[in-house]
């Protein structure tokens, strides 16, 4: 199971109608970048987001991140977590395809091994883009998420690998789950296609 192991408390807490959370005021570093076009269920574009990886914070996941882009494995594939004033969650490329039965999204990864944690002392505040895993600290392999709030509790114990840089009315905008099911999305948002920018 890789969904995104958090303390049920405070994830579940973190939908109560916080204040609106300012756009992050993150600088574009050395990349790579991933640019990420949002649809909602019907294909309707909602804009795009452009996370900057942080290739020198967590080598091997960024690198895993680019490999899946380049495949398209990322293209079509759905939120099926997302929580207000908490986090979206996607990149289930084996469950997760929109158009397809979605119903195990969360649950999968990809066809490439896990991976070992690369944690650092990036902190997670909005915009942070960390890797979804399952108890296993060595268990992120392609699902995750972007923080739509601080989440300094999440703060080394889950891999930071990237921020968001452009696009945060866009990612807000990301269709909401349901907090009482754990954010699960009926007739989620997608990312309609996924790009890299070196």
Not at 1 to 9: E, G, H, K, N, T
Not at 92 to 104: A, I, L, N
Not at 137 to 162: E, H, R
């Amino acid at each position: 199971m890789r969904s995104l192991a958090i303390i049920p408390a405070l994830a579940l807490t973190a939908g109560t109608a916080l204040a609106q959370v300012p756009a992050p005021q993150n600088t574009d570093g050395p990349g790579p970048n991933m640019v990420i076009e949002i649809a909602d269920a019907a294909g309707n574009s909602k804009g795009t987001i452009t996370l900057d990886l942080l290739a020198d914070k967590a080598p091997g996941h960024v690198e895993r991140l680019v490999e899946l882009t380049k495949a398209g494995a990322y293209d079509g594939v759905v939120f099926h977590r997302v929580i207000a004033d908490f986090m979206a969650q996607t990149g289930d490329v084996q469950y997760g395809k929109q158009g397809g039965d979605t119903s195990m999204a969360g649950m999968g990864g990809s066809d490439k091994p896990d991976l070992p944690a690369e944690f650092s002392d990036v902190s997670f505040q909005p915009g942070t883009v960390g890797m979804a895993r399952a108890q296993n600290p060595n268990s992120a392999n392609s699902q995750f998420f972007i923080d739509l709030a601080p989440a300094t509790y999440l703060d080394g114990q889950y891999t930071v690998v990237g921020q968001l840089i452009e696009g945060w009315e866009v990612l807000n905008s990301i269709k909401k789950g349901d907090a009482a099911a754990n954010g699960a999305v009926d007739a989620p948002d997608y990312m309609a296609k996924v790009t890299i920018v070196e």
